[in-house]
């Protein structure tokens, strides 16, 4: 069975943009996290959704929203992007009621 | 609201000889806790989870934690590393009530393997 999956793997972005990032998660699993991981630190959580609704928001400016779609796949959208905004993101999946998060690659994020 | 504190950002070892990496949280609730494992270049793997039960929790790669609630502490340890095991391992914890099972996660440490 294919893992959670993240398109693209790398991206290069000027301030002010706009970004969108995909997700595909197991089969079998409703439900979506994404993760924010600056170099050097630990994740931060964003967002977390659960058959297409929003289950969880984590402490992100209204620059970062996100949707998932009925074949539970999500996309992460970042308006007006600034520098500080260069990160790895990280997506995971899980099924609903199951403690464990099966992590993607993630995509990296560069804000020039 | 919980955190996770790992005191060490980097801990180098000899191959063969154990290792411990420390993780500490504070939380004013029941809380579920994990590690997990980032190779580089890669996503986070879980090694282990500490949910309810035995204290002392077994992972992959020969890794086991111990849970100590009176120390609020989930400390990793491998009794003997192998240059494979280099990577940056997290702490993280999630809130027994949290339906949502958020992760709140720590800053990571660096276990460096040195022949």
């Known amino acids: 069975d294919a893992g959670v999956t993240q398109s693209p793997t790398h991206l290069i972005k000027t301030r002010g943009q706009h970004v969108t990032l995909r997700c595909s998660p197991i089969s079998g699993h409703k439900s979506v996290s994404w993760y924010q991981q600056v170099l050097g630190q630990g994740p931060q959580f964003i967002f977390q959704y659960y058959e297409k609704e929003e289950r969880g928001r984590g402490n992100f400016p209204d620059r970062f929203s996100a949707r998932q779609f009925p074949n539970y796949s999500s996309e992460l959208n970042v308006n007006a992007l600034l520098l500080g905004d260069s990160a790895l993101y990280l997506c995971a999946s899980s099924s609903m009621g199951a403690f464990e998060q099966y992590f993607g690659p993630g995509t990296r994020l560069t804000v020039t | 609201a919980q955190s996770v504190t790992q005191l060490d950002s980097q801990v180098p070892v000899f191959e063969e000889a154990p290792v411990e990496l420390r993780c500490n949280y504070s939380s004013s609730v029941s809380v579920y806790l994990f590690w997990y494992v980032q190779y580089p270049n890669q996503g986070l793997q879980l090694l282990l989870k500490?949910?309810?039960?035995s204290t002392l929790v077994k992972g992959i790669n020969g890794f086991e934690a111990e849970f100590n609630k009176s120390q609020t502490s989930f400390h990793l340890r491998k009794p003997s590393v192998h240059i494979s095991d280099t990577a940056e391992y997290f702490c993280?914890?999630?809130?027994?009530?949290?339906?949502?099972?958020?992760?709140?996660w720590g800053a990571g440490t660096k276990l460096i393997i040195k022949p």
């Open positions: 993280a914890v999630s809130a027994v009530m949290d339906s949502n099972y958020q992760l709140i």
């Open positions: 500490y949910l309810s039960g």
